[in-house]
């Protein structure tokens, strides 16, 4: 049982080199795809991601709840797919509808702070399923500093989620220009 962060920028080729340790494993694999499509643009790119896929993977789509189907997915002899941890962000961030002033602190909503845990407790619990997992993340916080607060508060707790993950892994793999490199664990 193996647990794999494989994070990188935008275009980098982290989800491809994931989907490449998923069919090279030789296990039953289950796509846990985080994203939602709230408007055209999104829906298109969903749409391409799902046609790429392979058809023997099953596909469980939760945009919120990431711990609870990570632990209702892993069984012996699967592999789980997570793409993508700051899509998965987003949504926690943004799940009360509210917008966030672009001025002063940023209060995120409990359910951020409550799931975040219950992913940290997936990640724990899942070594006795005898499970494999692959999750993706961005890498955002290796450019300038951005402008506004949501933006800045996105990119913190992005680098955190990252962090927190990347200690509970067994391999970390930052992936840039397709190359992938490997920061814990050594390669896969």
Same mark, same amino acid.
């Given at each position: 049982?193996?647990?794999?962060?494989?994070?990188?920028?935008?275009?980098?080729?982290?989800?491809? &080199?994931?989907?490449?340790?998923?069919?090279?494993?030789?296990?039953?694999?289950?796509?846990?795809?985080?994203?939602?499509?709230?408007?055209?643009?999104?829906?298109?790119?969903?749409?391409?991601?799902?046609?790429?896929?392979?058809?023997?993977?099953?596909?469980?789509?939760?945009?919120?709840?990431?711990?609870?189907?990570?632990?209702?997915?892993?069984?012996?002899?699967?592999?789980?797919?997570?793409?993508?941890?700051? =899509?998965?962000?987003?949504?926690?961030?943004?799940?009360?509808?509210?917008? &966030?002033?672009?001025?002063?602190?940023?209060?995120?909503?409990? =359910?951020?702070?409550?799931?975040?845990?219950? =992913?940290? &407790?997936?990640?724990?619990?899942?070594?006795?399923?005898?499970?494999?997992?692959?999750?993706?993340?961005?890498?955002?916080?290796?450019?300038?500093?951005? &402008?506004?607060?949501?933006?800045?508060?996105?990119?913190?707790?992005?680098?955190?989620?990252?962090?927190?993950?990347?200690?509970?892994?067994?391999?970390?793999?930052?992936?840039?220009?397709?190359?992938? =490199?490997?920061?814990?664990?050594?390669?896969?």
């Amino acid at each position: 049982m193996t647990r794999t962060l494989v994070f990188g920028g935008a275009r980098s080729g982290k989800s491809a &080199y994931a989907e490449q340790l998923a069919r090279a494993s030789g296990k039953e694999v289950v796509y846990i795809a985080t994203a939602q499509a709230g408007d055209g643009e999104m829906a298109t790119r969903i749409a391409h991601h799902r046609v790429q896929r392979p058809a023997g993977w099953t596909t469980v789509e939760e945009p919120l709840r990431l711990g609870d189907a990570i632990l209702r997915q892993a069984h012996l002899g699967r592999l789980l797919l997570v793409d993508c941890l700051t =899509l998965w962000l987003t949504n926690l961030m943004f799940s009360t509808g509210e917008t &966030y002033p672009d001025v002063g602190d940023i209060a995120l909503p409990e =359910l951020f702070h409550s799931e975040r845990a219950h =992913l940290l &407790y997936a990640l724990a619990e899942i070594e006795e399923s005898g499970c494999d997992l692959v999750l993706v993340s961005n890498e955002v916080g290796m450019g300038i500093v951005p &402008y506004g607060a949501i933006s800045r508060c996105f990119t913190d707790e992005a680098g955190r989620l990252n962090q927190a993950v990347a200690a509970a892994c067994d391999r970390a793999v930052l992936v840039a220009a397709g190359l992938p =490199l490997h920061l814990k664990g050594g390669p896969c």
